[in-house]
């Protein structure tokens, strides 16, 4: 399938538009429908052979649906949406015990969600064996006003870690460390790719980005080590 070019969402960005999903439970719904609930998304297919992968992200947001913020939810976007209907996925909400109130899983027109997936630098590729699918990995995060306010590549991330995320998107107090570890996560992220380009300001720019985090790291630490020495 053949998808248009669409822009990544920033920091501090909201969703272009107003996607179109259909629920688990058959009923449409938006996009604009979580408007003003601090949220997380991730994106998953039912039939993920890997334990590591989709299962590992279902877990999590498990464990994770049990300490949210009030009002906040959790939100699982399909990416094999041509199997993964409504019935499909309301049999793999059940498998996880995902309570509706605060957990929604969502699929839709093919083109349509993969579009809104690749907004997330989500992209997909028919898998080595059939009903497999090769894809990138991501978790957002939303404020009450919408706006991402953490992208996150990959699937190392820890629920604590987006619990935090989350306790700050609703205006709540949360772990700054738990925070900490998750934008040094996706900071590392960001700058393994800019080293594996071959532009020529890219490679020197992330080495200089890298090595004033580094220094700031070290910073930290020794500032940490005398406070707890003086307490």
Known sequence: MLLPWV????????????????????????????????????????????????????????????????????????????????????????????DPARWTLLTGDPAAVLTFAKRFGVNVSPGPAPGTIEHGEALAVFDREDRLTSLTAGNTWQPSEVLAELRAASGLRSDPLARLALWFQNFGVACGAALGLGDAWARPLAFAVSGAMLALVAASAFYLLRVLRDA
Do not use: M
């Open 7 to 98: 822009p990544t969402v920033q920091i501090g960005e909201r969703v272009p538009g107003n996607p179109a999903f259909v629920d688990s439970n058959g009923r449409r719904t938006a996009w604009s429908d979580v408007s003003g609930h601090p949220r997380a998304l991730a994106f998953v297919y039912t039939r993920c052979p890997e334990p590591k992968e989709c299962p590992a992200t279902s877990l999590k947001f498990a464990e994770l649906q049990r300490e949210l913020p009030p009002g906040a939810r959790l939100i699982e976007v399909t990416i094999d949406p041509a199997h993964d209907t409504p019935r499909v996925l309301h049999l793999y909400a059940q498998n996880y015990a995902a």
